[in-house]
């Protein structure tokens, strides 16, 4: 078993609205693995994107406690990459000059950053496009154009909000199939969110389903075969078992 990079104990995030409390996660604990690809699959409302704010450090928790490679988190984690559900895209910016800023603000030369820049433009289809500004793109080209920028910051921890929902579904495969090559082998961690079995499935060494507030349903570990070909594994016996599986419990935390 690899260590522990992240480490989360009895993590609590509460929100004040008005006059109420309202109680986003409570009691979480979590260790994720180095070098793993961890889904956390839940439902909406459930708490999600607000652990990846509190991975991310962008937020603080009401109580418990977040470890990175050993130490206690406090502010922002320059280690990790967050691509989050909503768009951060610089609009006065194009796309090539949106994707570069990480390495520029790390104050790397305009050639090395504008030829990684083109790479990764290229890797996520966006070639053709670099010159177009945030508003001349689709919703889901402005994804891709965010997931582009994060991965040009050569993050070690990858945290993704449910980065391929507004894709058609053959682009999404691609870009699981993207981003599974780009994890394999390269010792990054990926934290990886979505609402949907099959997506889970077909990315993950594990699974946590989430249920109301956060609360751990069922700590899956996906031990099927890579590379996972989604039309054949859609039929796999074991695939089928785990699928039925994760589906129950995200059933129980409905109830
Ligand atoms: N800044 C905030 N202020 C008040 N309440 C918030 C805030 N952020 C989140 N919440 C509440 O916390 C709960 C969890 O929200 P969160 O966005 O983490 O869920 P989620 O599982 O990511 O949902 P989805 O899948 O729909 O994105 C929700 O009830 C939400 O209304």
């Given at each position: 078993?690899?260590?522990?990079?992240?480490?989360?104990q009895?993590?609590?995030?509460?929100?004040?609205?008005?006059d109420?409390?309202?109680?986003?996660?409570?009691?979480?604990?979590?260790t994720?693995?180095?070098?793993?690809?961890?889904?956390?699959?839940?439902?909406?409302?459930?708490?999600?994107?607000?652990?990846?704010?509190?991975?991310?450090?962008?937020?603080?928790?009401?109580?418990?406690?977040?470890?990175?490679g050993?130490?206690?988190?406090?502010?922002?984690?320059?280690?990790v990459?967050?691509?989050?559900?909503?768009?951060?895209l610089?609009?006065?910016?194009?796309?090539?000059r949106?994707?570069?800023?990480?390495?520029?603000?790390?104050?790397?030369?305009?050639?090395?950053?504008?030829?990684v820049?083109?790479?990764?433009?290229?890797?996520?289809?966006?070639?053709g496009?670099?010159?177009?500004?945030?508003?001349?793109?689709?919703?889901?080209?402005?994804?891709r154009?965010?997931?582009a920028?994060?991965?040009?910051?050569?993050?070690?921890?990858?945290?993704?909000?449910?980065p391929f929902?507004?894709?058609?579904?053959?682009?999404?495969?691609?870009?699981?199939?993207?981003?599974?090559?780009?994890w394999?082998g390269?010792g990054?961690?990926?934290?990886?969110?979505?609402?949907d079995?099959?997506?889970?499935?077909?990315l993950?060494d594990?699974?946590?389903?989430?249920g109301p507030?956060?609360?751990?349903l069922?700590?899956?570990?996906?031990?099927?075969?890579?590379?996972?070909?989604?039309?054949?594994?859609?039929?796999d016996?074991h695939?089928?078992?785990?699928?039925?599986?994760?589906?129950?419990?995200?059933?129980?935390?409905?109830?």
């Amino acid at each position: 078993m690899s260590a522990a990079v992240i480490e989360v104990q009895g993590l609590s995030k509460h929100f004040r609205k008005d006059d109420e409390e309202l109680i986003a996660l409570r009691g979480v604990d979590l260790t994720v693995e180095q070098g793993s690809f961890l889904v956390l699959l839940g439902r909406s409302g459930c708490g999600k994107s607000t652990l990846l704010n509190l991975l991310a450090g962008l937020t603080p928790p009401t109580s418990g406690q977040i470890t990175y490679g050993g130490k206690p988190m406090r502010g922002p984690n320059t280690q990790v990459g967050y691509l989050t559900q909503h768009d951060t895209l610089m609009p006065w910016r194009d796309v090539a000059r949106n994707v570069q800023m990480p390495r520029e603000l790390r104050g790397e030369s305009k050639k090395e950053r504008a030829a990684v820049a083109a790479e990764l433009i290229k890797l996520v289809g966006l070639d053709g496009f670099e010159r177009h500004y945030p508003r001349e793109l689709s919703g889901g080209m402005r994804r891709r154009a965010s997931l582009a920028r994060m991965l040009c910051a050569d993050p070690e921890t990858l945290l993704l909000d449910e980065p391929f929902g507004a894709l058609d579904a053959q682009l999404r495969t691609e870009l699981q199939g993207e981003l599974l090559r780009l994890w394999s082998g390269s010792g990054r961690t990926v934290v990886f969110v979505t609402h949907d079995i099959e997506e889970a499935l077909i990315l993950a060494d594990r699974v946590v389903v989430l249920g109301p507030v956060g609360t751990i349903l069922l700590d899956q570990s996906v031990d099927l075969p890579r590379p996972r070909d989604p039309d054949d594994i859609r039929v796999d016996p074991h695939f089928v078992e785990l699928h039925r599986r994760l589906s129950a419990a995200l059933k129980e935390g409905a109830r």
